[in-house]
């Protein structure tokens, strides 16, 4: 059944993270990441390209889903390395995930397939 599935891409310039830094914005962050998101980001010595490579793979979902829905109901977690989502809220459920997210010294990009349950 090719209508459950989708496929979303995202490309996201690190520096545009790197311009708003979490010190000083930290409210920018929590309107797109959960806590738990900004804590995984900020134990790393470059957090911006970790945080683009986050926005990238929810961007990635919305536009696999083809749905509006809010940054903070798209929660990214990993296991072994491997980026996880889990859509929170009425979309809890709804959808499973295959996903990818890579980085390099300028843009992080993330790539999701979806299936619809």
Same mark, same amino acid.
């Given at each position: 059944m090719i209508e459950k599935l989708g496929i979303g891409i995202d &490309?996201?310039?690190?520096d545009q993270?790197?311009? &708003?830094?979490?010190?000083?914005k930290p409210n920018f962050y929590k !309107?797109?990441?959960?806590?738990?998101?900004?804590?995984?980001?900020? !134990?790393?010595?470059?957090?911006y390209e970790h945080f683009a490579g986050k926005f990238a793979l929810k961007e990635a979902v919305k536009k696999a889903i083809n749905a509006r829905i809010s940054m903070l109901d798209i929660e990214t977690s990993h296991s072994n390395s491997k980026p &996880?989502? !889990?859509?929170? %809220? +009425?979309? !809890?459920?709804?959808? +499973?995930?295959l996903t990818s997210i890579s980085h390099e010294k300028k843009f992080a990009? %993330?790539?999701?397939?979806?299936e619809k349950i």
């Open positions: &490309i996201t310039d690190i993270f790197k311009k &708003i830094p979490y010190s000083s !309107k797109i990441f959960l806590p738990s998101e900004i804590k995984y980001c900020l !134990k790393y010595k470059n957090p &996880i989502v !889990k859509l929170r %809220g +009425k979309w !809890k459920k709804k959808y +499973k995930f990009v %993330g790539i999701i397939i979806s």
